[in-house]
T-cell receptor
């Protein structure tokens, strides 16, 4: 079946450090790929998405590129802030079922001063 | 984005008791509700899908008699964990949706601990 694999956390970085959170997927067909973020005490929020190969999703300084050849969708940010501390979830879905998602385990990011 | 309210955020209950989790979509009508759960260090797994006014569809391995889902209105759905056991301890998240092809929104999640 379809699955998403994320790097285990927690990831601890100093402010202004470069962030990469790895995500790879296994799926039959061509899914859409997402990154969701969950800040403390809040629900998951869509951070960015990409719907086809080579698409780059970006938002709030975060980027991820849909790499079909490596089945990956790694999340990157050039300079993290303390306010980026949260749990990040990689997910996939298929056209027509956009609300039904297959998630990774989530990666907790802690950014310190 | 849409406003979703899920509560309680945390609950501790004794084995054998039942726990009800509520999920409300405050500013949109949710024709579909997804319920997910997450065990420690595991992925968020879809438990069931319900459409307003219809019986829920459960994923393989999820006991429908243990996890009762009610979706009687377009703004409220409940998940009741009946006769809870310690192995039901998990993080439960609701995701109301306006339908296939639309963006997913999520509640804040409920951390259930059964002692």
């Amino acid at each position: 079946g379809d699955s998403v694999t994320q790097m285990e956390g927690p990831v601890t970085l100093s402010e202004e450090a470069f962030l990469t959170i790895n995500c790879t997927y296994t799926a039959t067909g061509y899914p859409s790929l997402f990154w969701y973020v969950q800040y403390p005490g809040e629900g998951l929020q869509l951070l960015l998405k990409a719907t086809k190969a080579d698409d780059k999703g970006s938002n709030k300084g975060f980027e991820a590129t849909y790499r079909k050849e490596t089945t990956s969708f790694h999340l990157e940010k050039g300079s993290v802030q303390v306010s980026d501390s949260a749990v990040y979830f990689c997910a996939l879905s298929f056209p027509g079922t956009a609300s039904k998602l297959t998630f990774g385990t989530g990666t907790r990011l802690q950014v310190t001063l | 984005g849409a406003v979703v309210s899920q509560h309680p955020s945390r609950v501790i209950c004794k084995s054998g008791t039942s726990v009800k989790i509520e999920c409300r979509s405050l500013d949109f009508q949710a024709t579909t509700m997804f319920w997910y759960r997450q065990f420690p260090k595991k992925s968020l797994m879809l438990m069931a899908t319900s459409n307003e006014g219809s019986k829920a569809t459960y994923e393989q391995g999820v006991e429908k008699d243990k996890f009762l889902i009610n979706h009687a209105s377009l703004t409220l759905s409940t998940l009741t964990v009946t006769s809870a056991h310690p192995e039901d301890s998990s993080f439960y998240i609701c995701s109301p949706s306006q339908g296939s092809g639309t963006e997913a929104f999520f509640g804040q999640g409920t951390r259930l601990t059964v002692v």
